[in-house]
Structures are given as C-alpha cells and as structure tokens.
C-alpha cells in the first residue's frame, strides 16, 4: 500500500505542478525506472566502465519522432576483417555520386603500419574536416551557396574492431565537432570464407563488428559456396545475434537501389531502437573511455625497388598455404610494378580463400614498391626471402680468372 501511496501520491504532484519534464513524466509512467538505471550503473562498473544516470535516462525515455537538428557532416563506417571486401566497396560508392556529394575517404595509407587504433589521430582528423567544412559555409554564404553535401567515409584500419571507431567518433573530446557530425550508418563486409584459420579459430573481430546497435548493414561478399559447417554456423550465428540488420548479399559487386539506399542511410545508426540496443548492450559507449585495440594480427611492410615477375608472384602466392612460417600469413596488400609492363598495379592477396586481385593504378609508377604482410608470428627475415623468389634470381657474377689460376695442364 505504501509504495501505490507514494505512486499516486507523486502522480498528484505532477498534475498540481501543471509543467513536468520528460524525465518527471518517465518516472510517472515507469515507476521501476531508478531502480533499473541504478543497477545499471552498478553492472557496468563491474565490467570497467561506469555509466551516468543522466545519459542512461536520455537514452531510455527518448520518444520516438523527436526531432533532431540537422548536422553539417555525414560520417558512414564501412568494417570488416582484412580481405572481406571492405575497400571495394568503399571505391564503389565513392565513385556512385561525385557531383552531388563531396567525398572525403579515410582509409589506411598502405606503408603506414597500425597495429594499434589511433584514437586521437582520427578524431584530429574529423575536426580538421569539421573547420574546413565550416569555413567553406561561411565563404559559400555571401556568395554563389554550394550544392554539394560533405560525407566522411571512414574503412576501418586492418583488424581494428569496429566499436573502437564508433566509440571516437560519438564520444569525440570537442562538442562543436560533435554538433557538426551524424554518424549515420554502419556496414560490416563478412567473407565466410574468410572468417577462421585451419585450427578453427576465428579472425578478431569476425562476430563483434555484427553486433546489434553498431552493424545496421552486414553485406556477404563470399564470392562462391560455402562448404565448411563452421562458415556456415557464423553465417547463421550472425544472422540470429543482429536479426534486425540489413543482409546484403553482393558477392558479384553488384548493388541494387535498395541496397545503396541502406548502405547510405542518414538515420540507422541514430534510431531510437539501435540507440536503446547500443545503451543496453554497450553500455560503455556513452563515454568517451580509452579502449585497447583488440587486434591480434601484426603487419610487416617491406619496400623493395625492383619489379617482380608475375609468373613467379602467382606461383608463390599459391604455394603460401604449404609453407611454413608463411602459413602464418592470412592477407596480402602491396603497391608494385611488374616485369611485363610499366604500369603501377595494385595488388591484394586473401589466403583463406584464395582470392588475388591485380589491377592497375592511376598513379605514376614510383620507385619505390611496397608490400604489407598480416598473419600472426610474422619472421621478417623469411618474409624477405619469400619475396626474392618471386623475381628472377640476379646472376652471381663470375670471379675474373687470370694466367695464376689457369693450370698447368
């Protein structure tokens, strides 16, 4: 009887009152609600984090159609492990609409090794953006105003898990570079082919990119069958854990409106039920906390200044399966030329599935080749020696003979 006294008793002042907040009124409605937030708060510290009941109460009672001031910058993640098709699909929408939208990528420079996520230099980057972008405004406002709308395009780098980057970019340090972006969408690529290695342990990342609340679109870029039951248990483990996500099935590169339309969704990521999803679930996104990378994968770049041969590339990229330590090695990237042409090629080499991709580059081809290496327990030295194989071997030059070495016969 007490606690209905105190119910109706708290209904009665509201109504006395005349104005009540949302907060007020989520209390009337949801008389449990302090007793949920606090335990909460207290599941949360146990796991490292600590939630506050100010953001937990505004995520909770948000109503559904509240309106939200429109921000100046898009910013749409595509993720996924090495290999899974990720940049592919990010040069494919860059090139949909260049006339309608100013496109800025930011993806991971080729020679610049990132084992660890660089949390700070990517949140300085989205407020140079930020500046640049304002700056423009103001100069646009006098004069002729552009039509051009700015969206960010962020691939995550290497194997770095995909909430580490939504986590910097929501909890960026500078509340000005927060009022300007809208995170709006996020796509993981999966390779179901690509997902474990022989012993049956899977690539980092695999199943937490695909997590409900963060992954609004999982696009399936297996580009044949899929045999092995353990592939096909991480296809059905990832539809059953996120069955409110967009499966997109683009294994030939091709993509329908539809699909576009998803993939670049202004409002997927920020709708109500993902918002409450990412609360519930991942509670210690609300605050801008240091997380360490989860990447167990390391990478090793070599640059080199001569041409390979392309016969000898193939072959021993085939036979990387049946040696060891190369065994350790699951993907391939490199900038290099090659002995039958002069042109600059782009290369990209998936071991689980065999995938090789060679294609040229626009690019004026430089002197300098470079060729990154992921795989775990990389040896370097033998990385080396691998990669002189897939050259034609340097003739040894032949020591001059003089009239001492010639025998007497």
């Known amino acids: ?24 009124r989520a209390h009337d409605a949801l008389p449990q609600l302090d007793r949920f937030v606090g335990h909460l708060e207290a599941s949360t510290c146990l796991q490292g984090h600590r939630v506050s009941s100010d953001n937990a109460l505004s995520a909770l009672i948000q109503q559904a159609g509240q309106s939200q001031s429109a921000k100046l910058i898009t910013v749409t993640i595509i993720a996924g492990m090495l ?28 020679d610049t090794s990132c084992d660890d996520f660089d949390q700070e230099g990517l949140q300085s980057f989205l407020s140079s953006i930020v500046d640049k972008t304002q ?23 290497g194997v770095t898990s995909v909430k580490d980057v939504v986590q910097a970019v ?23 082919n690509n997902c474990s290695t022989e012993e049956g342990k899977y690539f980092p990342n695999v199943l ?32 059953a854990g996120n069955p409110s996500a967009t499966f997109i099935r683009a294994p030939s590169k091709a993509l329908t409106d539809e699909n576009l339309q998803a993939i670049l969704s202004e409002t997927a990521f920020s709708d109500l039920s993902n918002e409450r999803l990412r609360l519930l679930l991942h509670p210690d996104m ?13 990478s090793v770049c070599v640059k080199f200044y001569l041409p390979l041969e392309r016969k000898r ?9 049946s040696k060891s330590p190369a065994s350790r090695v699951y993907y391939i990237r490199a900038k290099l ?34 060729i990154v290496f992921w795989g775990v327990a990389l040896e370097e030295d033998w990385l080396k020696t691998w990669l002189k194989q897939c050259r034609k071997p340097i003739p040894e030059r032949k020591e001059r003979k003089t009239k001492a070495d010639r025998s007497e016969e």
Not at 1 to 14: A, C, I, N, P, V
């Open 337 to 370: 030329t090659l002995t039958d042409s002069s042109l600059l090629y782009d290369l990209e080499f998936v071991r689980q599935s065999n995938s090789l991709t060679i294609s040229h580059r626009e690019d004026a081809p430089s002197a300098e080749n470079v």
């Open 208 to 239: 937490s990119d695909c997590l409900p609340g963060l992954a609004n679109n999982i696009v399936w870029t297996t580009s044949n069958d899929v045999d092995m039951p353990s592939h096909i248990y991480v296809g059905q483990l990832i539809r």
């Open 170 to 192: 929501i909890g960026h340090p500078s509340k000005s570079a927060r009022d300007c972006l809208t995170l709006a969408a996020v796509t993981s690529c999966v390779d179901l």
């Open 135 to 157: 700056r423009r405004k103001l100069s646009s406002s006098s004069g002729t105003p552009s039509s051009k709308r700015t969206r960010i395009l962020i691939v995550t780098p």
């Open 1 to 24: 009887f007490k606690e209905m006294y105190d119910r109706l008793s708290f209904h009665y002042r509201l109504i006395a009152s005349g104005s009540t907040s949302v907060v007020q």
């Open 286 to 298: 609300l605050e801008s906390l240091p997380r360490p990378s989860s990447a167990k994968f390391q």
């Open 313 to 321: 590339l193939v072959l021993q990229l085939s036979a990387l399966k």
């Open 83 to 110: 290999g899974s098709g990720k940049h592919q699909l990010s040069e494919r929408l860059v090139n949909l609409d260049k006339e309608g939208t100013r496109w800025i990528v930011l993806r991971q420079p080729l």
